[in-house]
């Protein structure tokens, strides 16, 4: 079965620390990938996504991720961090079978993010 | 902007009350999703409308229902809510399967 893992439940960092997320995923053929930040009571917003093609991509706000299919992974990184980078972050995979059926994302549970000043 | 707008963002209601949650959209997207958001835990996808081609997933309650009646809009009714419902309930579109925009969610309490 399909899953993303996050394991990471909790991270805390210092303002202008450099900041990397980690996200495993199972899937046997290439999958889509998405981070999405949410906020406090708010909705997701993406991030970055890799559909296929260079395996650094840039997103919004200063992130990047790398997608390393050896290692079924795709962190989320971020050289300098800001206080107003605290929030949930959400690794999900849109398995491609599965995907190109409907759509589903699967989630792992998210790491929140601490920035102290 | 073109955006995903849900209403309202904070829904009351009792125990066993019928209640609605709205969604629109002005992207055009051909594909509509409601997720149920749990406290601290990871959106759950509850079903969507490919098109006008509705999706349940297989562990969604019959509790939860969903119409919609044109493109831009797509709701969540859910018959006798439950203490257990008490959620976030977020709406997202796409267009084909490509990614997925969230809108700013409803959260619900029950009573």
């Known amino acids: 079965a399909q899953s993303v893992t996050q394991p990471d439940i909790h991270i805390t960092v210092s303002e202008g620390a450099s900041l990397e997320l980690r996200c495993n995923y199972s899937y046997g053929a290439t999958p889509y990938l998405f981070w999405y930040v949410q906020s406090p009571g708010q909705g997701l917003q993406l991030l970055l996504k890799y559909f296929s093609g260079d395996t650094l991509v840039q997103g919004i706000k200063g992130f990047e991720a790398e997608f390393k299919r050896s290692q079924s992974s795709f962190n989320l990184r971020k050289p300098s961090v800001h206080w107003s980078d605290a929030a949930e972050y959400f690794c999900a995979v849109g398995a491609s079978v599965i995907y190109n059926q409907g759509g589903k994302l699967i989630f792992g549970q998210g790491t929140e993010l601490s920035v102290k000043p | 902007d073109a955006m995903v707008i849900q209403n309202p963002r904070y829904q009351v209601t009792q125990f066993g009350k019928p209640v609605t949650l709205s969604c629109s959209q002005t992207?055009?997207?051909?594909?509509m999703y409601w997720y149920q958001q749990k406290s601290s835990q990871a959106p759950k996808l509850l079903f969507h409308y490919y098109d006008k081609d509705f999706n349940n997933e297989a562990d969604t309650p019959d509790n939860f229902q969903s119409r919609r009646p044109n493109t831009s809009f797509c709701f969540l009714d859910i018959r006798s809510p439950g203490l257990g419902d008490a959620a976030m309930y977020l709406c997202?579109?796409?267009?084909?399967?490509?990614?997925?925009?969230f809108g700013p969610g409803t959260r619900l309490l029950v009573l």
């Open positions: 992207l055009n997207h051909n594909v």
């Open positions: 997202a579109t796409s267009r084909d399967k490509e990614t997925q925009y």
